[in-house]
């Protein structure tokens, strides 16, 4: 396999296999009616076993490296307890409260509250065509929680503040954790940060009390969330962007609610509006284009600087 077209399967593969997590999370959550808090902890806790094995055996780093300096070791638990748990919490909490579906859209949007961080930073050039994709988007946010009743919300407030506040988790997820990511690598930050948030949660709700009935197909659901759909999902992104460029990547991660939004109906018998549709369609391509189009006036103002030093 060539190494774009490789790059373009791992990528969709990882993007789709997030998706089917976070269906198979909402059944968990509505027919066995499994804590969040359980299910988080779980996931994260064993994910990031998995994640640091795979580092330490596969990739053959020093998984413990990032401990021998005080500094970083702040950071990573900071990234661990805020980050992982603000962004995996608040998402599982979304998916309880709103579906699947709406919950993966709302997280979708997490690239416009990092656009807003760094323009404020001034990191970052604010473009009018960037703040019309923008405006797009929270119109598909619209169109999905109203169903064309403008009149009212279809959707909850509090369920409406927790997905948009799982996107404001994974903004601070991406950005957070950047320098320690250059240092040491993703599998090592990700894995240890899984690692922390779920051995948090022990305190909260441990594995070993679930507080509800734990049969066979339960754990067969959570396998799959844990070694599927976080553990293998994360791998197969991570590698793919050795060899595609982040944009194409960017555009593979639309799978997630993409699959979310088909799966979810068909195993919990839902069903969305044209307006929902129309409105879910927005949601994707804005971001898309959204994301398109800052990595091309990036690339553009490196050339810039490039061609600046050969003057």
């Known amino acids: 396999m060539k190494g ?3 790059g373009i399967a791992l990528a969709a593969t990882g993007a789709a296999l997030w998706g089917i997590n976070g269906a198979f999370a909402d ?10 808090e359980w299910v988080v902890g779980t996931r994260l806790f064993l994910a990031g076993i998995l994640i640091l094995l795979y580092a330490k055996f ?3 780093k020093e998984i413990f490296e990032i401990f021998e300096t005080k500094k970083d070791t702040a950071v990573l638990f900071l990234f661990g307890l805020l980050g992982m748990i603000g962004c995996q919490y608040l998402f599982f909490l979304s998916i309880g409260a709103n579906g699947a579906g709406l919950a993966t859209i709302l997280q979708f949007t997490s690239p416009i509250f990092i656009y807003f961080y760094l323009a404020v930073k001034k990191e970052k050039v604010v473009h009018a065509k960037e703040l019309f994709y923008i405006f797009l988007t929270f119109l598909g946010v619209f169109l999905i929680v109203t ?6 919300l279809e959707v909850s407030l509090t369920g409406l503040v927790i997905g948009i506040g799982s996107a404001i988790g994974v903004a601070f997820y991406t950005l957070q954790p950047r320098r320690i990511l250059k240092i040491y690598g993703s599998p090592i930050v990700v894995g240890w940060g899984m690692l922390i948030g779920g051995g948090a949660f022990q305190f909260v709700h441990p594995i070993w009390k679930p507080g509800f009935t734990v049969n066979l197909e339960v754990i067969l659901y959570m396998a799959f969330i844990i070694v599927v ?3 293998i999902a994360f791998s197969c992104y991570l590698g793919s962007v050795n060899y595609v460029e982040a944009s194409l990547s960017n555009i593979m991660a639309a799978l997630e609610p993409l699959v979310a939004n088909i799966l979810t109906p068909l195993l919990l018998g839902q069903s969305w509006t044209i307006v929902q549709m129309a409105g879910i369609a927005v949601v994707l391509v804005s971001v898309i284009l959204f994301a398109n189009y800052g990595e091309k006036t990036k690339k553009q103002n490196n050339l810039e600087l490039t061609s600046e030093q050969f003057k």
């Not at 059944?27 to 969040?36: K, Y």
Request: net charge positive; charged share 15%; no cysteine.
């Open 4 to 6: 774009r077209t490789k």
């Open 27 to 36: 059944v968990v959550f509505s027919q066995f009616n499994a804590p969040v």
């Open 58 to 60: 596969v990739l053959k």
């Open 147 to 152: 169903r064309g009743n403008f009149g009212q």
């Open 229 to 231: 759909g976080t553990a």
